[in-house]
T-cell receptor, first 114, second 115 residues
């Protein structure tokens, strides 16, 4: 069965320092993995996705994530946080086996301190 | 740019009322979804539709129904609203199936409060 764990419910970083948001998944098949971001009072927007091509995936706004099959992880990173990065981040796993196999993680709230 | 719009940003209803949440997408996507978002639980799928007049239950369909009479429009219906349905409701659309690699495009959400 699929599942997604986001290891931190809240992360706080100083502006200009690196960001690390952790995600671990379990999946019976080769999964697709996504990171979505939700700014306050907005809908979710795709940051990046992994679909069995390159294991290091680059997304929008300087974010990237690395798929590590051996560790079942898909952590999101950014070298230097910006104030505009403050938002909720969701890790998502999807399997191409049936309609309803999309699982959202509980989310990680990122705060950026000036 | 894909645009997904939801009829209301904020809605307040009373227990027992029938509630309609409307969602419209402008990209001719085949698939549309309704989620509810609650703190600490992430997003949970209520219903989705892969074609006009077609629907499938998601993880938490109880207390909800849906309607898709036109490709661009997907409605979520609370037949008799209850306080435990107070939540943020998000609509999404995509080209591909829910279990595919396709990106889902989300509306801004409707925050529903049931008193």
């Amino acid at each position: 069965a699929q599942s997604v764990t986001q290891l931190d419910s809240h992360v706080s970083v100083s502006e200009g320092t690196p960001v690390l948001l952790r995600c671990n998944y379990s999946s019976s098949y080769s999964p697709s993995l996504f990171w979505y971001v939700q700014h306050p009072n907005k809908g979710l927007q795709l940051l990046l996705k992994y679909t069995s091509a390159a294991t290091l995936v680059k997304g929008i706004n300087g974010f990237e994530a690395e798929f590590k099959k051996s560790e079942t992880s898909f952590h999101l990173t950014k070298p230097s946080a910006h104030m505009s990065d403050a938002a909720e981040y969701f890790c998502v796993v999807s399997e191409e086996t049936s309609y309803d196999k999309v699982i959202f993680g509980p989310g990680t709230s990122l705060s950026v301190i000036p | 740019d894909v645009k997904v719009t939801q009829s209301s940003r904020y809605l307040v209803k009373r227990t027992g009322e029938k509630v309609f949440l409307e969602c419209v997408q402008d990209m001719d996507h085949e698939n549309m979804f309704w989620y509810r978002q609650d703190p600490g639980l992430g997003l949970r799928l209520i219903y989705f539709s892969y074609d006009v007049k077609m629907k499938e239950k998601g993880d938490i369909p109880e207390g909800y129904s849906v309607s898709r009479e036109k490709k661009e429009r997907f409605s979520l219906i609370l037949e008799s609203a209850s306080t435990n349905q107070t939540s943020m409701y998000l609509c999404a659309s995509s080209w591909g199936l829910a279990g595919s690699t396709d990106t889902q495009y989300f509306g801004p959400g409707t925050r529903l409060t049931v008193l």
